[in-house]
């Protein structure tokens, strides 16, 4: 079974900055992409960044310039490195995963899900 635990959250200012980790225990399962989503209360959850197998990165057009997705050398963590952050950020965020060699923007394909940690932004 694919485990995904994230951490890294937690209460800053706005214009602060977080990194968030996400750690995979997948055995023998290729995260070949791996992205974060967040949810707020009340509304939709929506894609925040994707990696793919080979480091090409998606990011949802209000965190472009501000938020950076990575991965280590094994592929089997997740970083993001939020930046300038607003209080329109808060949310809780999640990490996921699935195979294939195509990452796309849409929580629907992901077929494991971190249980999420909490970012809040202040102003």
């Known amino acids: 079974q694919v485990q995904l635990v994230e951490s890294g959250g937690g209460s800053v200012q706005a214009g602060g900055s977080l990194r968030l980790s996400c750690a995979a225990s997948?055995?023998?399962?290729?995260?070949?992409?791996m992205g974060w989503f967040r949810q707020a209360p009340g509304k939709e959850r929506e894609a925040v960044a994707t990696?793919?197998?080979?480091?090409?990165?998606e990011y949802a057009d209000s965190v472009k310039g501000r938020f950076t997705i990575s991965k280590d050398s094994a592929k089997r963590n997740s970083y993001l490195q939020m930046n300038r952050l607003k209080p329109e950020d808060t949310a809780m965020y999640y990490c996921?995963?699935?195979?294939?060699?195509?990452?796309?923007?849409?929580?629907?394909?992901?077929?494991?899900w971190g249980q999420g940690t909490q970012v809040t932004v202040s102003s």
């Open positions: 996921a995963t699935k195979g294939g060699d195509w990452c796309p923007l849409y929580d629907g394909l992901f077929n494991y």
């Open positions: 997948a055995g023998s399962y290729s995260t070949d992409c």
């Open positions: 990696i793919d197998n080979y480091g090409n990165a």
